[in-house]
């Protein structure tokens, strides 16, 4: 019980949580990409049966048959949040998500 309530309060009290764009464009390029990846790998690697979950597999598809290696996919994510700071949301997953959406144009797009 201390160790899952210590836990909580320190993944609540967690600056990673609380990253922006900003944050992540800012960041040194090896803890920025473990981010971009586990931020993509959170949202699109877990399966959810939900309104989205055939954009979830197509995204997943693209990237893995793009062959991004870390490198190019930090440029690529980086290159599009400083490329359109007006329209992205603030958080730093929101923005990974939304250059992510960018790179792997929807089937029929």
Partial sequence: MRVSALLMVSLVASPVHAMTAADLIGAEQRFATGYIFGAIEYQ???????DFADRRKEIRKCLLDGKFMSDALYAKVTTFIQSHPATLPKSAVGAILQAVDDLCPEAGR
């Avoid at 699109?44 to 939900?50: A, R, S």
Wanted: aromatic letters at 0%.
């Fill in 44 to 50: 699109i690697g877990i399966p959810v049966n939900d």
